[in-house]
């Protein structure tokens, strides 16, 4: 059973557009929400986060969106470079019981291509 | 440069085999994470340590353990090895718990485990 679900494997945008990936989830109980990127033969790093209390988190060129009620959140690339050519991996976290930080929950990822 | 560092970065083993992964955490982080990354999944969580005791299982399968020992390292033990068992391990690390943390991870550049 997916609790994390990025429906889309690959998005390809053109370099200044807009890149939106897309992310569901199924556990109303999870606290955080978050991005990370991951390049070949690399560790997936983290990009961006947000709490379940809020609705938007922006971080420079990379703003993520929250819908609790549709339990689905966004990230929004604006503009997209070919850097960010890049698997993209949602995750969520349930805190441990006491609150202290729990382990992530991540979905398959989407591959995304940003063209010249 | 995350900070963490796992090793080997790439092994390959016969099935019924045993192997041992080891990963040490970013100095001063407390807690690690063992992620499993198979073909066209995503990050499957195995388990988490906190100074050294179990905090959280996941999908982890009884022929894996894992420990985390006085010095922070960690290693994964993978035992009676099945084909299906080949994929990319990662650990990641964390500072010390924090109560309402934003759950973000470090990762290690992962151990490319192929069984044969």
Known sequence: DQQVKQNSP??????????????????????????????????????????????????????????????????????????????????????????????????????????? | DSGVTQTPKHLITATGQRVTLRCSPRSGDLSVYWYQQSLDQGLQFLIQYYNGEERAKGNILERFSAQQFPDLHSELNLSSLELGDSALYFCASSPATLAGGAGELFFGEGSRLTVL
Request: with cysteine; glycine share 8%.
């Open chain 1, 10 to 116: 690959s998005l390809s945008v053109q370099e200044g557009r807009i890149s939106i990936l897309n992310c569901d989830y199924t556990n109303s109980m999870f606290d955080y929400f978050l991005w990370y990127k991951k390049y070949p033969a690399e560790g997936p790093t983290f990009l961006i986060s947000i709490s379940s209390i809020k609705d938007k988190n922006e971080d420079g060129r990379f703003t993520v969106f929250l819908n609790k009620s549709a339990k689905h959140l966004s990230l929004h690339i604006v503009p997209s470079q070919p850097g960010d050519s890049a698997v993209y991996f949602c995750a969520a976290e349930l805190m441990n019981y006491g609150g202290s930080q729990g382990n992530l929950i991540f979905g398959k990822g989407t591959k995304l291509s940003v063209k010249p």
